[in-house]
């Protein structure tokens, strides 16, 4: 994995951004982004082994405050087959959001998965307003519809996590 900026760098407000590809060393500041998100439900937990193979094809956004990166985005492409790949852990810290820096951190995933050759990508969200103005819909071709089926509340994947990491 390389550690260069990507051409995807934006300034807004007074803070500029860059989006590259994560890299191992980011792994601490990943999970710090992560765990408020996780805390409100609004991202699932993910063990650390879980966090380490969605950063192959995951891309951090970054700032320089201070002469110091801050990590203050997230999110990563999981590739489940030639055919489909999803967004997974999108986040942007709080007081770095609006500033187009998931759009950033989407688009970096979408050309990831159209770079390794991915037919569609999907995303799963509560924000479908902001994943229809990247070009996502709810249709598939011919008009096919995703439906899910859930096997496991939230609640229990986020109660199970909690008494897994409380053994470790």
């Not at 390389?2 to 007074?14: D, E, G, H």
């Not at 890299?23 to 998100?37: A, K, R, S, T, V």
């Not at 805390?39 to 993910?46: A, H, P, V």
């Not at 942007?92 to 159209?114: E, F, H």
Request: one cysteine or more.
């Amino acid at each position: 994995m390389t550690s260069k900026p990507t051409s995807n760098a934006s300034t807004n407000a007074s803070t500029s951004h860059s989006i590259r590809r994560a890299h191992y060393d980011d792994l601490e500041g990943i999970q710090q982004l992560l765990q408020p998100f996780v805390e409100q439900r609004k991202l699932l937990r993910r063990m650390q082994s879980e966090l380490i193979l969605l950063m192959a094809n995951g891309f951090v956004a970054e700032v320089i405050e201070s002469g110091k990166a801050e990590i203050v985005g997230f999110a990563a492409v999981e590739i489940y087959s030639r055919k489909l790949g999803e967004i997974q852990c999108l986040a942007v810290k709080d007081g770095y959001q609006g500033r187009g820096i998931g759009s950033d951190l989407v688009k970096a995933c979408v050309d990831r998965a159209k770079d390794k050759g991915i037919l569609e990508v999907m995303a799963i969200s509560a924000s479908d307003e902001f994943l229809r103005k990247l070009g996502f819909d709810y249709s598939l071709p011919e008009q096919k519809r995703a439906l899910f089926f859930q096997l496991h509340s939230r609640d229990d994947i986020f109660r199970d996590t909690l008494e897994n990491d409380e053994q470790d």
